[in-house]
């Protein structure tokens, strides 16, 4: 299994460019969230998915969008970028069992520049 | 929302020496506590997680306490390694829910 894949790994943008980040998963997971990492701020849910065609806002989900047609893949859209989105993004994955939480996976992340 | 509480935000030991890394929660239905590891430039990693029907956990040199009515929880290195070196952060949530909140992070430096 390749896990959790993620591209690109880095990425500049001008200021008020779009672009998608990609996120696939080959472990059948019915959970994907995506997350900024910020120096000193931890890491913050911008949206997650429960499954398929259900996706919903976490923490900071302002000027992005995402989508789910199928359990795999978890595209994670910036709309017109900013400064401010200037950040390592990560993707992760994980399931549930018997209403038993269980690890989440992460991608090896995307280094995003906007300048 | 849940809100989880970091402490302290570096921490500096020497080889042998124990690290202890202490989080809070602010969500009483919080019921799930893991633990990640995070190098430089790669990716965060679990370590161990502990279930509110329990309160302490081991795997090898490390452990993870809780104590559910403080909303409390924290985790134990012993005979740190200069190896252990990273970024360690707690998070929370609600078991068959699919969101976890992270705390902001330690930084643990083992020096030799």
């Known amino acids: 299994n390749a896990g959790v894949t993620q591209t690109p790994k880095f990425q500049v943008l001008k200021t008020g460019q779009s672009m998608t980040l990609q996120c696939a998963q080959d472990?059948?997971?019915?959970?994907m969230s995506w997350y900024r990492q910020d120096p000193g701020m931890g890491l913050r849910l911008i949206h997650y998915?429960?499954?398929?065609?259900?996706?919903d806002q976490g923490e900071v989900p302002n000027g992005y969008n995402v989508s789910r047609s199928t359990t795999e893949d978890f595209p994670l859209r910036l709309l017109s970028a900013a400064p401010s989105q200037t950040s390592v993004y990560f993707c992760?994955?994980?399931?549930?069992?018997?209403?038993?939480?269980?690890?989440?996976?992460f991608g090896p992340g995307t280094r995003l520049t906007v300048t | 929302g849940e809100n989880v509480e970091q402490h302290p935000s570096t921490l500096s030991v020497q080889e042998g020496d124990s690290a202890v890394i202490k989080c809070t929660y602010s969500?009483?239905?919080?019921?799930?506590f893991p633990w990640y590891k995070q190098e430089l430039g790669k990716r965060p990693q679990l370590i161990i997680d502990?279930?509110?029907?329990?309160g302490e956990k081991k795997d090898q040199r490390i452990a993870v306490t809780l104590n559910k009515t403080a909303k409390h929880f924290s985790l134990h290195i012993t005979e740190t390694q200069p190896e252990d070196s990273a970024v360690y952060f707690c998070?929370?949530?609600?078991?068959?829910?699919?969101?976890?909140?992270f705390g902001k992070g330690t930084m643990l430096l083992v020096s030799p």
């Open positions: 998915s429960v499954g398929a065609g259900i996706t």
């Open positions: 969500d009483s239905a919080s019921n799930y």
């Open positions: 998070a929370a949530s609600i078991e068959g829910y699919s969101t976890l909140t």
């Open positions: 472990m059948n997971h019915e959970y």
């Open positions: 502990i279930r509110s029907n329990v």
């Open positions: 992760a994955s994980s399931y549930s069992k018997g209403g038993q939480a269980y690890e989440q996976y």
